[in-house]
């Protein structure tokens, strides 16, 4: 059974950098084609893909953030960790953590987080 | 603003079908790539509804259904529930911007 579930802080302050983990079960980051990804949703708006990392190192960033983002993997403690610097009010939103199995354009998003919902402000 | 274009809405009474429709362009769907419709129930995060254009994972009661021609795609839902009343995303690749995009959702009534 495949499980995910985020972590990480509640509040954050404008300019800070925001720090998440995803800690998994049911499955391994070395498996071919596997991945686990990072996807946002500001409250009452729609999703918005941030961040993939695979089971070979390979990552992936969503254009518009590249810049502000780093995604990392630890598989000996089943964690992958993504960053955000310089975080501002506009980036309020419930943050999920995704299992995402085949290459690029085949993925398929089949299991999500909870979410963890992150307020920035002063 | 999404790269791909959902209704914000649609709205059908119990038993009836209803479909919603996600356009997108030649960078995504129309360039063959597939498209995932996802189904958030209130307060829950997305679960995977249909993938690959027409699959759905098991478990996935078959009054789901998926197509796509062309730069769009549609999620018909037959036999309306009330249980069926959520959010639905579509997602697919675009090229030219290297990564995943969703649609805007649209959020099902039933009256």
């Known amino acids: 059974q495949i499980t995910l579930k ?36 500001p409250p009452g ?33 089943n964690q992958v960790v993504l960053t955000m610097t310089n ?17 690029g354009a085949a993925g398929i998003m089949g299991f999500w987080g909870q979410g963890t919902l992150v307020t920035v402000s002063s | 603003q999404s790269v791909l274009t959902q209704p914000p809405s649609v709205s059908g009474a119990p038993g009836q079908r209803v479909t919603i429709s996600c356009t997108g362009s030649s960078s995504n769907i129309g360039a063959g790539f597939d498209v995932q419709w996802y189904q958030q129930l209130p307060g829950k995060a997305p679960k995977l509804l249909i993938y690959y254009n027409i699959n759905r994972p098991s478990g996935v009661p078959d009054r789901f259904s998926g197509s796509k021609s062309g730069t769009s795609a549609s999620l018909a839902i037959t036999g309306l529930q009330a249980e069926d009343e959520a959010d639905y995303y579509c997602q697919s690749y675009d090229s030219s911007l290297s990564g995943m995009v969703f649609g805007g959702g649209t959020k099902l009534t039933v009256l």
């Open chain 1, 6 to 41: 985020e972590s990480g802080p509640t509040l954050v302050k404008p300019t800070q950098t925001l720090t998440l983990t995803c800690s998994f079960s049911g499955f391994s980051l070395t498996t071919s084609e596997v991945s686990v990804g990072w996807i946002r949703q």
């Open chain 1, 87 to 103: 975080m501002d009010p506009v980036d309020t939103a419930r943050y999920y953590c995704v299992h995402n199995r085949g290459i």
């Open chain 1, 45 to 77: 708006k729609a999703l918005e893909w941030l961040a993939l990392i695979y089971w070979d190192d390979d990552k992936r960033y969503s254009p518009s953030l590249k810049s502000r983002l780093t995604i990392t993997k630890d598989t000996s403690k």
